[in-house]
């Protein structure tokens, strides 16, 4: 394999050493970062509202964590089953949507919430239980790292207790976000994440997954349908600053 | 797809131009996506130059290739992932084969990928007794009807609803129906099975990132996801040319190519994958492979005219743009790629003497330089192809055979410029005989052969019956007279 892998570098090499002037452009690759324009926004909510509408994301605002699960409730009655009979949701185990308190907020509708493993490593029985709850759930719940008012981007990364399979196996998504983790576009949601990165060199994790809006194609006549494999559909709740 | 049919291309634009359903589909297409990509690049903060920045960073990228294809295989490698160097299209086969038959792997869903089209990825498998399902919806039609894209994004354009319909009604066994969302449940229902049931999940990379060692794939539907996340096992493919050095550099061309691509603000699902899933996660494959794939790419980055076309990043919008792409179709250019860079890159993959029509056929009027995300000077491409092909021998790959006949009239028509009372003779007698010749309008519209081709789609403007340098000075004793 290593004798392979030389092999071809020997060839990357040789071919890099004839120089060509054919395709150089205006600018240089050294002077690019100053030319990042990164957008401004006063209101990165209304940029957000914006987009994700177009993006057919129904976006709601909650006050505080028992109106977000107060929404969560209804998004989860509303919803119709689509594989499995019984209605079922699944959440991921991190600290914003265990302040939701779902497990209460949902007590009286019957419905099944299960949660993704969290003690590490997993092992066959807790990855076993786990897929079948994701083929059977309707509903995945999830929060984000950050949120891009820009482009309606969610981030999400694989951490324990959040595999990034709940969101997209359940028929429909429900992520949860606070205020505080919107960013207005690319260029600084790159920068943070480059921050990160300073700190910590994995940072970024071995998945990292940026969600626009529910799944969807256009492949016949170019139609729009949402839904092609992933969710059908995409909620997103974001949780006001308690200062707003 | 690795069969190349270059040579049928003459024959096979001819029937893309009769199909009229394929016409109402291409130009119903091309006139959607094109004016609003166009828009889209409008709106960046950066400006105009925003195609000018993405160049750079491609072009920095290819030219570090000996430096960033090591970064990235190192990190992959750190995190549990297996990287394989694929020398050509054979030896990339051979290593998805060889690790599916380790695994005892019977089934797999793939996501769209050009590069596993290029090397027969699909066929291989297929004759060793796997099955392989396409699981991007366009591609799922396209392999239950038992045909080949057609585009690079939207690889069924050239199907209609009732086709697909007729065709579902047979081989999913659900009622005729041309309802797109009906039809979408269905094949969301159906491929939903697969991804649950399969072994070996196969996705492309559309560019990855050296400075973090990860691959990112690019979706709408998530079946790419699906594909990576639900079976045991994942192999990527990659041309090695698909990567950038800094994870900054995402940035500005992830915006750049979801406009080009399907005219989105930003694509629906971007993954970054850098290895198998660790002990941490409850999801993800637990073995992940990267294939890096040379296959003809260290020729091209070799040669210093064509390395600039190493910086696509395959997102279709050249075709969207392409007046002879929107007439003839994806499938006359006989390979994985079409369009305007399917001219360059099919050429230099499969020899300039092969597809010497593809770089002919396209018109240099320049809309895929403009359409282009990373301004590639395609129209410069495709003039220094028909150059190599003209001048060259027929012994390499990058040189043509020329054209016989071609070269022996620029023969002669050097040795006429040179002997000015030999070019006056052969001019009067060009001038009487072409008299002969069928015209209309004072334009010849039938040239005998061997030049017949040359009129065969327009006519030919007669010989002026006095010379320029006799006109010339006629008029300038006039203007003179007249003063």
Known sequence: MTANREAFMARVRTALSAPTSHGRGAIAYAELA??????RSDAPLELLAENAAALNIQLQLAADPAAAAALIRRIAVETEAEWAQQKALVRWDDALLNEL???TALADTGLPLYRAPLAAPVDTVARDRFHRQLRSAVIGITSADYCVADTATLVLRNRPGQPGAVSLVPSVHVAVVRESQVLVDFVSLYAELAQERRRDREALTGRMTFISGPSKTGDIELVIVHGAHGPRALHLIVLRDPSA | ?????????????????????????????????????????RRHPEGPQVRQMAHAIRMHAVEHLDTLLPRLADGILARGGQVYFAADAQAAVAYGLAVARRRGVRQV????????????????FQDAGIAVVETDLGEYILQLAGETPSHIIAPAIHKTRKEVGRLFAEKLGIPYSEDPPTLTQAARAALRTQFLSADMGVSGCNLACAETGHITTVSNEGNIRMSTTLPKVHIAFMGM???????ADHALLFRLLSNAAAAQKMAGYISYIGGPRADFQADGPEEFHLVIVDNGRSRILADPEFREILCCIRCAACLNVCPVYGKIGGHAYGYAYSGPVGAVVTALLVGLDRAKHLFFGETLCGACKEACPVEIDLPRLLLALRHRW???????????????????VMRLWGELARRPNLYQGARHL???????LPAEEGRITRLPPPLHGWTQARDLPRLARRRFVQRWAAEQARGEGGR
Not at chain 2, 241 to 247: G, H, T
């Open chain 1, 34 to 39: 100053p030319l990042a324009v990164a957008k």
């Open chain 1, 101 to 103: 308190d779902l497990e």
């Open chain 2, 1 to 41: 797809m690795s069969a190349i049919r270059t040579e049928a291309y003459c024959q096979a634009a001819r029937e893309g131009m009769a199909d009229p359903v394929l016409q109402k589909a291409l130009s119903g297409f091309q006139h959607r996506v094109a004016p609003a990509t166009a828009q889209r690049y």
């Open chain 2, 109 to 124: 869903v793939k996501g769209k990928s050009m590069v596993t089209e290029e090397i027969g990825l699909n066929e291989a």
């Open chain 2, 241 to 247: 040319e698909r990567v950038v050095a800094r994870l």
């Open chain 2, 390 to 408: 003209a001048e060259g021998r027929a012994d390499d790959l990058f040189r043509g055979g020329g054209d016989r006949l071609e070269a022996l």
């Open chain 2, 430 to 436: 060009a001038v009487a005989g072409q008299q002969m």
